[in-house]
């Protein structure tokens, strides 16, 4: 392993869902043969920041493409010991406030000892000229940076990195090293980065033994697990059991005691909820009941009298389950509505809000506060959706955050202490909505609220944990309208009947076949560069624009693949030439995706713009792209513009929530079914025009055949729990909704692979009681 002190120039790319980084860097010292001044460094160092300097553990690689490269293992910030350097970092953004002039002064007064002196006595600044805000700012950073390079380096021993040291310090300041020492199990969850492989190590280098905690870490770590990776918000006693046995790296019942034990522990101190024979994590837990409750509130609320015109969507072309939809939220507090692209469910919201406006409310006389009941508002999970859905409907949306008035600590403004001022809410998109964001938006609904919840319940379910869409369809406690005739399709459309067989699991072979608006092309993934470029260069050639042309893929790691491929055909301006030696350097046409929400740019996670120009900013780190997205014009200081990444190529999760004219989904493997037939669904339904399957046909069957496992969820249980049953429930479509809720009872009973991998299911279904010499008989 070798060594290297360098100071960050710049960043080329950074990919977010992994922390994989790739840097320029001015090298400064090290143990190997290196003469040049610049050195690009690589690996999971998103937390680099430009100007800083840093001493790197790792490799020397060579990369085919882009040459030798410093593969970063390790690493560790290190103030600058020369007086330029010093003034470089001291003018960075960092410091806010310090100009290169300021910083220049300070380093000529007090030299490279600069930070030593103001750690030991902030007070030597007072005579310096500086304003009270500046010696505050290099006070604060100075002497909280030399806590936390202690912090940093006493972790070390732990065998944390850099990056999680920095995370718990910001978390627990440098009580976290001793905390580790009393219990290293009980950081699991705290940060992403923290799982319980990590804490095993740490707990083995300091040498710490404690059976009883280590269970306990290994049950959270496992309920952590199957909610961020399956959406489930419960285990059974013997799910539990066994993964938390089989993590301990014992055979399935060899802890079993001792982790029931634990389990009762846990309860007892309120970490886990046992309810029957399902354990959940508290905070889930309390979620789902809140979710519960307000939904029971909601619906047992007075009525308010809301009166419209039944003839006004008579002879309006709606079909007859449409025009039933509208009247159910005008009749109910509740109603559901889903159906699958192209049905009619967007007709259905313009309808609704068209009539809300014109209805006549009646306030009950009891009420002891005025709300505006003819505001309506209208959302949806993500920008991207809420953008969509402005567009078709003509009525502007929000996204559900916003809607909330959500701030970056991740608290929400509207509540039930102040609720919405509003007599109508619209969510679409559903389907995206988890339980953590759904319990926000129900407290923040006053009791005279009507609801409509619009989504495809065959789409992939949230990323986040729950499956409140299906819960509420399933739960047959609200009217629930199911639309089925496609509306935008033209008879026979290729896509409508794809879309039809995989909400059935049926694999036509036609699918395989050149249509009218699907086709397909065989690929191997070392063939994707040639196969994309024939692909994409024929759509051009007939004329397809490049604006409406989307490819999409399941993996992050095929995106990235896909984007260079693409980009020298959809770039909307000739530069690939003059494009430097990192690919994914943003140039001027470049289509980009925001990849988190901005309240305070205004863009949002999934929105799409355009880069238009480059600039320098104060400094050098802070090179600034803009970037137009339908007509604003959003600017990204420095490293801000991590927030962005390249979109000719998104995955299916990015692009949920939108639809596009033309679409071209990739699928040459599938990784331990990881591609399931709702995720299949979701990607191939964005396309409105044609679609164009690239991939392995056998990964598509596979992929088809492998429905999503069913999550498992304490809300339909507590939907249907005896606190519930007076409900009220309308019944203008109970044969259609008995029949939805049979449907998917059905599908939830598919034996799957991934139900005995994930063991939600025993592997040894049917076995009970046989022996292996019962097979010799």
């Not at 750690?119 to 002497?143: C, H, R, Y």
């Not at 008879?491 to 067989?501: E, Y």
């Not at 260079?564 to 030439?577: G, H, K, T, V």
């Not at 929400?597 to 799409?608: A, L, R, S």
Request: aromatic share 8%; glycine share 6%; net charge negative.
């Amino acid at each position: 392993m070798f060594s290297l002190k360098a100071t960050v120039k710049k960043l080329f790319f950074k990919n977010s869902s992994n922390s994989y980084a790739v840097f320029s860097s001015r090298p400064l010292d090290n143990d190997f043969d290196w003469t040049d001044d610049k050195i690009v460094l690589t690996g999971q160092i998103a937390s680099l920041k430009v100007g800083s300097s840093y001493d790197f553990k790792g490799q020397l690689t060579d990369h085919p493409k882009y040459g030798p490269q410093f593969k970063v293992e390790d690493f560790q910030e290190v103030i600058p010991d020369d007086e330029d350097a010093l003034s470089e970092y001291l003018s960075s953004d960092k410091f806010p406030g310090i100009g290169k002039k300021t910083a220049e002064k300070l380093v000529e007064r007090f030299g490279t000892k600069l930070f030593d002196l103001i750690a030991d006595d902030p007070k030597v600044l007072n005579d310096s000229g500086l304003s009270k805000k500046q010696i505050s700012t290099l006070s604060e950073v100075i002497v909280g940076d030399k806590n936390r390079v202690k912090a940093v380096s006493q972790a070390a021993s732990f065998g944390f990195n850099t990056s999680m040291s920095d995370s718990l310090f910001d978390l627990y300041g440098l009580d976290f090293i001793k905390m580790v020492k009393d219990n290293p199990y009980r950081f699991i969850g705290s940060i992403d980065s923290y799982s319980y492989p990590i804490a095993c190590q740490a707990a083995s280098l300091i040498g710490f033994q404690n059976l009883d905690l280590q269970i306990k870490g290994a049950i959270k770590s496992v309920l952590i697990t199957s909610e961020q990776n399956e959406g489930n918000t419960f285990l059974t006693e013997k799910q539990l059991i066994t993964r938390t046995s089989l993590l301990l790296d014992g055979e399935a019942d060899f802890f079993s005691e001792d982790i029931k034990k634990s389990i009762s522990d846990m309860s007892a101190k309120k970490q886990v909820q046992v309810q029957d024979d399902r354990i959940s994590l508290k905070k889930s837990f309390l979620a789902e009941e809140s979710v519960a409750n307000d939904l029971f509130r909601l619906s047992h609320s007075a009525k308010e009298k809301v009166s419209f015109d039944s003839r006004a969507i008579e002879g309006s072309g709606l079909d007859e389950n449409q025009q039933q939809a509208v009247v159910s939220v005008f009749k109910n507090k509740i109603t559901v509505l889903t159906g699958g692209p192209g049905t009619g469910k967007t007709t259905v919201i313009s309808t609704v809000i068209d009539q809300w406006k014109k209805s006549r409310i009646r306030l009950k006389d009891d009420d002891d506060f005025e709300l505006d009941l003819k505001k309506i508002f209208l959302a949806a999970p993500t920008g991207r959706a809420a953008t969509r859905i402005t567009e078709v409907t003509g009525h502007s949306a929000l996204t559900i955050h916003r809607m909330l008035g959500a701030n970056s600590d991740g608290l929400f403004e509207r509540d039930q202490d102040d609720p919405l001022d509003c007599g109508l809410v619209v969510i679409d998109e559903m389907s995206m909505v988890d339980i953590e964001l759904f319990q926000h938006l129900l407290k923040a609904l006053p009791d005279q609220c009507h609801l409509l919840l619009v989504g495809d319940r065959d789409q992939l379910a949230s990323v986040g944990a729950g499956q409140v869409l299906t819960d509420l369809i399933n739960s047959d406690l609200f009217p629930v309208i199911e639309l089925n005739i496609n509306h935008r399709q033209t008879k026979g459309s290729g896509i409508d009947l794809l879309s039809q067989n995989l909400k059935q699991g049926l694999v036509d072979p036609k699918m395989f076949q050149p249509g009218k608006d699907v086709s397909f092309f065989p690929l191997h993934e070392s063939q994707t560069n040639i196969v994309i470029s024939k692909v994409l260069g024929a759509a051009l050639r007939i004329g397809i624009k490049k604006e409406d042309l989307q490819i999409i893929s399941p993996t992050n790691r095929m995106v990235d693949l896909l984007n260079r491929a693409a980009r020298p055909f959809l770039i909307e301006n000739d530069q690939m030439a003059d494009s430097p030696v990192f690919p994914d350097h943003f140039l001027i046409g470049d289509r980009v995706m925001q990849q988190e929400n901005n309240q305070e740019k205004g863009v949002n996670n999934g929105d799409i713009g355009y880069v238009t120009a480059f600039y320098e900013g104060k400094y050098e780190s802070d090179l600034v792209v803009e970037v137009d997205f339908s007509g604003m014009l959003v600017s990204y200081k420095g490293k801000e513009s991590n927030q962005l990444r390249l979109s000719y190529a998104s995955t299916v999760h990015k692009a949920q929530g939108s639809e596009f004219k033309n679409v071209i989904f990739v699928l040459t493997s599938t990784l331990n079914n990881f591609v399931t037939r709702n995720l299949l669904y979701t990607g191939v339904t964005r396309a409105e025009k044609s679609l164009i399957l690239i991939g392995n046909e056998e990964a598509f069957r596979q992929a088809i055949n492998n429905p999503a496992p069913p999550r498992q969820t304490n809300l339909i249980f507590m939907l249907a729990g005896d606190q519930n049953k007076n409900f009220s429930k309308e019944k203008h479509s109970s044969k259609k909704a008995s029949a939805l809720g049979k449907k998917n009872k059905t599908v939830n009973n598919v034996l799957t692979k991934s139900l005995i991998d994930n063991l939600t299911i025993d592997p040894m279904i049917g076995m009970e009681g046989i022996k292996p010499s019962d097979f010799s008989k």
